[in-house]
């Protein structure tokens, strides 16, 4: 089984967002078929817990939510997928100036921009890397949210999710602040929690 995007248009490829099973209205949708996980119940408990948790927290960012669908297509039945939202700005309600970046293909990145992929961002590639150099090298953390980076590594040691502990599996939200951002983290992508 492999994942699948649903993008949802009109008839004049207007986006068509629609609300599926109380997860809000998108046009950008996800089919997980959650093929690493025979019990397929980690990444959805994942999920719960996490945006359980992080509607307590001052940092407030949801993971995706996901619900489970059975998928037929072509009249022959392909299983149980989880029917999941896209992370976003408009999910994550963020405004027009806030930045949105996913952890990049590689474990030990040789660089800023192979460690993060923009998703979003009103500022050039250049202008939106360097705001990432000193956190990608550690030697300037003032950007980060530390109550949020802390919660979400006491998150990630709680699910055993080593495989979300490096720069991949990660979304990265720089939200506008006055004259800079501040750095928050959201986990994608966890269907190796709690172990193989």
Same mark, same amino acid.
Do not use: C
């Given at each position: 089984?492999?994942? /699948? ?31 690493? *996980? ?59 100036? *806030? ?20 998703? *979003? ?67 994608? *992508?966890?269907?190796?929690? /709690?172990?193989?």
């Amino acid at each position: 089984k492999k994942p /699948w995007k649903l993008s949802l248009e009109k008839k004049h490829h207007e986006n068509n967002n629609v609300e599926f099973l109380g997860m809000g209205a998108d046009d950008d949708w996800i089919l997980n078929p959650m093929s690493i *996980d025979d019990t397929k119940m980690k990444e959805k408990l994942f999920m719960d817990l996490w945006n359980t948790w992080q509607q307590q927290a001052p940092w407030n960012y949801p993971m995706s939510t996901g619900e489970y669908v059975e998928l037929v297509r072509n009249q022959s039945y392909e299983g149980v997928y989880l029917l999941q939202r896209r992370i976003d700005k408009k999910y994550l309600q963020m405004g027009e100036q *806030d930045i949105v970046l996913k952890g990049g293909p590689s474990w030990t990145p040789e660089s800023v921009e192979v460690a993060y992929e923009i998703v *979003d961002s009103p500022l050039s590639d250049e202008e939106t890397f360097s705001l990432m150099e000193g956190f990608y090298s550690g030697d300037d953390i003032s950007r980060l949210d530390m109550d949020n980076f802390l919660d979400t590594n006491l998150f990630l040691q709680f699910a055993s999710a080593g495989d979300n502990a490096g720069f991949k599996n990660m979304f990265y939200l720089l939200t506008a602040e006055k004259d800079d951002y501040r750095l928050s983290l959201v986990p994608w *992508d966890t269907d190796m929690s /709690w172990g193989m």
